[in-house]
Nanobody
């Protein structure tokens, strides 16, 4: 079955630059659009970033544009989220997701999430 496993979360100071990783298995990784979402306490899950199967296209939420970078390694079936200049409002559980389509995406598979806590 399809599995998405996130790692790399934890406690980070304001301005920090952690990198989240999502390892995929059970799917033809290179044909899937991969995305990152986050959910802060008391808030709905929100889109963060997505990357096309070939890695040739990316899209970001306005709140992270210029600070976060999504990338993928199709050989390793891994998608990364490099986070820079973290702010307290970036505190959330970050989820990896996979969609067979790019536009519009249909997020069929989800990971369990990894907590990122930003403190001053």
């Amino acid at each position: 079955q399809v599995q998405l496993v996130e790692s790399g979360g934890g406690s980070v100071q304001v301005g920090g630059s952690p990198r989240l990783s999502c390892a995929a298995s059970g799917l033809t990784f290179s044909v899937y659009t991969m995305g990152w979402f986050r959910q802060a306490p008391g808030k709905e899950r929100e889109f963060v970033a997505a990357i096309y199967g070939s890695g040739g296209g990316t899209v970001y939420a306005d709140s992270v544009k210029g600070r976060f970078t999504i990338s993928r390694d199709n050989a390793k079936k891994t998608v990364l989220l490099r986070m820079n200049s973290l702010k307290p409002e970036d505190t959330a559980v970050y989820f990896c997701a996979a969609s067979r389509s790019w536009s519009p995406p249909n997020w069929s598979y989800w990971g369990q999430g990894t907590q990122v806590t930003v403190s001053s």
